[in-house]
T-cell receptor, first 111, second 112 residues
C-alpha cells in the first residue's frame, strides 16, 4: 500500500532563517505531488504541484520554492522566512487511479 | 473547477446519522464530487467520491441528486471521532495534477 511521510511535525523558526520541509511517498511510482498551506481557521491553499522529476508548477507567487529531486521526494524551501510564512503545511499525492492523499502536515511557527 | 457551497457548521448527536449537504450548481458533466474531512491538526482524509450514482464505502454514503447540482454525505452512525471539518470538492478526475481547491468546509460537531 502507498504511504506518505512528511517531517518534521512541528517547527519553530526565527524570521530570516531558511526552511526545508521534506515529503516522501512510498509504494507508488511517478506520483503527482503537491504542497498546500493552511492558515489558522482557513481553507487549504495550493502552493506548488509537480507531475514529474524537476517539474514544478507554482500556484501562488511568494517567498517559498519547491523542488523534486527524486521521483517520490518533494521539498518545500525558503531562503529567508517571513512572519507570514507561519501555517500548517501539507504534502499530498495522487495518481491516475488514486484520489488525493495527504500527509500529517508540518506546523510552522515563524517568530 | 465548479464552486461548492456548504454550511459552515452542523451538530449531530452520537449514534445518529449525520447528513452533510453540498451545493454545486455549476458542476460540469465530467466533474466528480469528492469528500474529505480534516480532524484538528491532521491532514485531510479522503472519504468518498462519485460522478452521478450514489456511492457507499466503509466510511460513508454519497447521495448525488439526479441533476447533479447538489449532494449529501451521510455518516450513518456518527461517533465523537467523526467531529471534523468536512470538505466537498468537485473536480475532473484525471491522471494529471488534480489541483483540488479546498474551501472552508462544514465543521461537524458530534455530541453525546
Amino acid at each position: 500500500s502507498q504511504t506518505i511521510h512528511q517531517w518534521p511535525a512541528t517547527l519553530v523558526q526565527p524570521v530570516g532563517s531558511p526552511l526545508s520541509l521534506e515529503c516522501t511517498v512510498e509504494g507508488t511510482s511517478n506520483p503527482n505531488l503537491y504542497w498546500y498551506r493552511q492558515a489558522a481557521g482557513r481553507g487549504l491553499q495550493l502552493l506548488f504541484y509537480s507531475v514529474g522529476i524537476g517539474q514544478i508548477s507554482s500556484e501562488v507567487p511568494q517567498n517559498l520554492s519547491a523542488s523534486r529531486p527524486q521521483d517520490r521526494q518533494f521539498i518545500l524551501s525558503s531562503k529567508k522566512l517571513l512572519l507570514s510564512d507561519s501555517g500548517f503545511y501539507l504534502c499530498a499525492w495522487n495518481s491516475r487511479s488514486t484520489p488525493l492523499h495527504f500527509g500529517n502536515g508540518t506546523r510552522l511557527t515563524v517568530t | 473547477d465548479a464552486k461548492t457551497t456548504q454550511p459552515p457548521s452542523m451538530d449531530c448527536a452520537e449514534g445518529r446519522a449525520a447528513n452533510l449537504p453540498c451545493n454545486h450548481s455549476t458542476i460540469s458533466g465530467n466533474e466528480y464530487v469528492y469528500w474529505y474531512r480534516q480532524i484538528h491538526s491532521q491532514g485531510p482524509q479522503y472519504i468518498i467520491h462519485g460522478l452521478k450514482n450514489n456511492e457507499t464505502n466503509e466510511m460513508a454514503s454519497l447521495i448525488i441528486t439526479e441533476d447533479r447540482k447538489s449532494s449529501t454525505l451521510i455518516l450513518p452512525h456518527a461517533t465523537l471521532r467523526d467531529t471534523a471539518v468536512y470538505y466537498c470538492i468537485v473536480r475532473v478526475h484525471t491522471g494529471t495534477a488534480s489541483k483540488l481547491t479546498f474551501g472552508t468546509g462544514t465543521r461537524l460537531q458530534v455530541t453525546l
